[in-house]
């Protein structure tokens, strides 16, 4: 994999996404640094000198030598850029303003007939969404699976022990969430598929206190509304640049705006942080607190829980799932 460019975050205006493409489309790996870690890259950049930055989540680093630059960070397989490269379009990136991707629709009228311009050149790439092959002999295993003990060898960040575990709470400590771990759950919320890749929503961050009141009482005067991460997910069916029927449009976005708050609710999990989910709100009342036309779908409220409980109990998974042979 090679180090290919610099974009801007999504989740701080501030930071930015360092991205390696490998020989295909699925072959890439992104790094999202904050507002600091950017700042600090550049500080030893411009200076032409060797560095060390530990990121936040203090597992991570990267180490900055006058010809190659290691990234060593959690999560990843060990990453390098060439410190000349890196030091060129790092600065640049940081010197001019962001850009955003134009989407054009081709005149084809079959799907997919969209493509995402190159943020330099207008080269076309041919959006080609690939099917994950289903393996048959995976559904046998889980149905026919026995419950296991979760072992304590096992990763706490292990994502089936994160779904295992998972349990929503109503009671929050006071306490704040780190703005890491809020940087990482909106990083995991831009990760989830959007159709077409369109991200056909929008998600409200809100941090005023009287705000968070206004949304307990849109929904439906649910108290724990008013915790210490509030995310307010909508749809944006606008953004979906298909040639489908409007109602496929928004369905599109709805989705789009459920699963990204579904993935922000996982990460939440993996971070420590309990959460509920409301979905029992009042769409005007939550528009006209927002300032938005953007219609709600869910609010993802967010704390550390005050009592660890464990998951709640689910039907058989044989009752759940129907398999069609
Ligand atoms: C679509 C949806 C809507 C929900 N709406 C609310 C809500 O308005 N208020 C609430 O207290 N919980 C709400 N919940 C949370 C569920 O009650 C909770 O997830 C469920 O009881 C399962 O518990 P668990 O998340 O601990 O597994 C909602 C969950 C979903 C998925």
């Not at 032409?48 to 060593?72: C, P, R, W, Y």
Request: proline share 6%.
């Amino acid at each position: 994999m090679k180090f290919t460019k610099v974009e801007p975050a999504y989740t701080t205006k501030d930071g930015c996404r360092l991205v390696w493409e490998g020989e295909n489309e699925d072959d890439t790996d992104t790094v999202i640094l904050n507002k600091n870690e950017l700042e600090s890259l550049v500080e030893i950049l411009k200076k032409d000198v060797s560095g060390k930055i530990h990121l936040e989540d203090l597992a991570s680093s990267i180490m900055v030598n006058s010809d190659v630059t290691q990234f060593d960070l959690q999560g990843h397989r060990p990453l390098e850029a060439d410190t000349f490269d890196l030091q060129k379009k790092v600065l640049e990136f940081a010197k001019i303003p962001h850009q955003p991707k134009y989407v054009h629709i081709s005149s084809k009228e079959f799907y997919p007939s969209v493509w995402i311009r190159k943020e330099q050149k207008d080269e076309r790439s041919d959006f080609s969404p690939k099917r994950t092959p289903q393996k048959p002999s995976l559904l046998q295993a889980i149905l026919s699976s026995k419950p296991e003990k979760t072992s304590k060898t096992q990763s706490e960040t292990d994502i089936f022990r994160i779904f295992s575990t998972r349990r929503s709470t109503r009671k929050f400590k006071k306490s704040k969430v780190e703005d890491w771990k809020i940087d990482k759950i909106l990083a995991a919320a831009d990760t989830a598929p959007t159709a077409g890749n369109f991200q056909g929503l929008k998600i409200f961050y809100v941090k005023n206190s009287s705000t968070k009141e206004a949304l307990v009482e849109a929904a439906n005067k649910q108290p724990y509304v008013n915790a210490p991460l509030v995310l307010v997910f909508c749809m944006d069916p606008e953004r979906v640049k298909l040639k489908f029927p409007q109602d496929i449009l928004d369905k599109f976005s709805l989705q789009d705006a459920t699963l990204a708050a579904a993935y922000a609710q996982i990460a939440a999990a993996g971070l420590g942080l309990s959460s509920i989910w409301i979905g029992m709100l009042d769409e005007k009342k939550v528009q006209t607190i927002l300032g938005t036309e953007l219609k709600p779908s869910s609010i993802l409220c967010i704390g550390y829980p005050e009592k660890k409980r464990p998951p709640k109990s689910r039907r058989k998974l044989k009752e759940l799932i129907e398999v069609i042979e």
